[in-house]
C-alpha cells in the first residue's frame, strides 16, 4: 500500500473533499463511516472516503482501491490518501484538481444566488467520474433522492463488482457492463432498482455487446453528445446532461433537474422557453456558457440544503 498527501494551496484555487463528494455529482465514494448523503449541508468534513478506481485511458491501466480525506481548510489543508498505487493522478482526475477554481469563479456572471452559494460551499469542484458508472448512476437517479441513489449504487458493486483489497479491508469496484448485463431484471429489481432494473440491464448489454460507447459523446460538440447519450435505455436529456457534465467534461450543461427547474421559475424565469433544449441554452447563457454546470451544481447543492 502507498501513502500519500496533497498539499490544497499548491492546487488552483480552494478544494473541499465532501462538498465535491457529496453534492449530487457522484454516486461512486463510499463514507468510511457509513453515513455518506446523510447530511444536506455537506461541506469541510474530514471523514475518509473510499472507492475503487477503474482503468482509466491515460490516467492508469489497473483496478485501484483508493481512500482519501481532508484535513484542514478548503484553502491551507491536505488531502491525505491511501491506495495500491500512486493516487496523485487518479485524484487529480477524478476530483478535477487541475482546474482552476479561482479563474473560474471570476469567470462566472455577478448573480447574488450563485455568489451565496459558492460563498457558502467554497472549494467544492466537478467530478470526472467513470462514464458507464456515471451513465448507470443517473439511470438511477429519476424520482430519487440521493441518499437512495448512492444505496442502489453501493449495492451494485456489493453484489456484482469485483473485490479488491487494501491493508486488509476488501473493496468493490463498479460492475463492468458485461457483468450487469449477465443479471436478470429480477435480480437488479431484488435491488430496489424498481423500473429501472430493464433500463440498467439494456444499457449494459449495449455498452457489453459493442452496440454503443458511451465514451464516444466526448468527441462530438456538447448538444451532439447529449443526443448521442439519450440513445440508451432510459436516457432523457436531463440524465443525458448529467453524463455530459460529471464524465465526459462538458463544463457548460445545466441538466433540468427540480432543483434547477425551480431555480428557473423563481430566479429567472426568462429562461424557460418551453422545451428542454431551448430553456437549456438560455439558462447555460445566464449561468455564464463555459463554466455553466459549475454555476448549475454550487446552486444545487445550495438550494437542496435549504439555502435562498
Known amino acids: 500500500m502507498e501513502r500519500g498527501a ?23 465514494w463510499n463514507r468510511a463511516d457509513g453515513r455518506t448523503y446523510e447530511e444536506l449541508h455537506a461541506h469541510g468534513g474530514d471523514e475518509w472516503y473510499e472507492t475503487v478506481v477503474a482503468p482509466i485511458p491515460g490516467v492508469s491501466d489497473e483496478l485501484v482501491p483508493l481512500r482519501a480525506r481532508q484535513v484542514g481548510g478548503v484553502r491551507d489543508g491536505t488531502i491525505e490518501w491511501e491506495a495500491s498505487t500512486d493516487a496523485v493522478p487518479l485524484l487529480t482526475h477524478l476530483l478535477r484538481l487541475d482546474d482552476d477554481l479561482d479563474a473560474i469563479r471570476d469567470s462566472m456572471p455577478a448573480l447574488p444566488l450563485l455568489e ?34 448512492h444505496g442502489m449504487q453501493r449495492r451494485l458493486r456489493e453484489r456484482y463488482g469485483d473485490a479488491i483489497e487494501l491493508d486488509g479491508e476488501t473493496y468493490h469496484a ?3 457492463p458485461t457483468q ?10 431484488d435491488l430496489s432498482l424498481g423500473y429501472r432494473a430493464p433500463y440498467v440491464r439494456r444499457t449494459a448489454e449495449m455498452v457489453a ?71 437549456s441554452r438560455a439558462i447555460r447563457e445566464r449561468f455564464g456558457g463555459t463554466y455553466a454546470g459549475y454555476a448549475q451544481t454550487y446552486v444545487f447543492h445550495h438550494l437542496r440544503a435549504g439555502g435562498e
Open 6 to 28: 496533497i498539499d490544497v494551496a499548491d492546487l488552483s484555487g480552494p478544494f473541499d473533499l465532501q462538498a465535491t463528494v457529496e453534492s449530487g455529482q457522484s454516486y461512486l
Open 180 to 189: 450487469l448485463a449477465d443479471r436478470s431484471e429480477s435480480e437488479l429489481r
Open 209 to 279: 455487446s459493442g452496440e454503443a460507447d458511451p465514451r464516444e459523446a466526448a468527441d462530438v460538440p456538447y448538444e451532439e453528445a447529449r443526443e448521442s447519450l439519450t440513445r440508451f435505455v432510459g436516457v432523457g436529456d436531463k440524465v443525458a446532461d448529467c453524463v455530459a457534465l460529471f464524465s465526459l467534461g462538458f463544463l457548460e450543461a445545466v441538466p433540468l433537474d427540480t432543483w434547477i427547474n425551480t431555480t428557473i421559475e423563481e430566479y429567472y424565469p426568462d429562461c424557460d422557453r418551453g422545451s428542454y433544449a431551448e430553456t
Open 174 to 176: 463498479f460492475p463492468t
Open 116 to 149: 451565496r452559494a459558492y460563498d457558502r460551499y467554497q472549494g467544492m469542484r466537478l467530478v470526472r467520474d467513470p462514464t458507464f458508472p456515471c451513465l448507470v448512476s443517473f439511470i438511477c437517479s429519476a424520482q430519487m433522492r440521493v441518499a437512495r441513489i
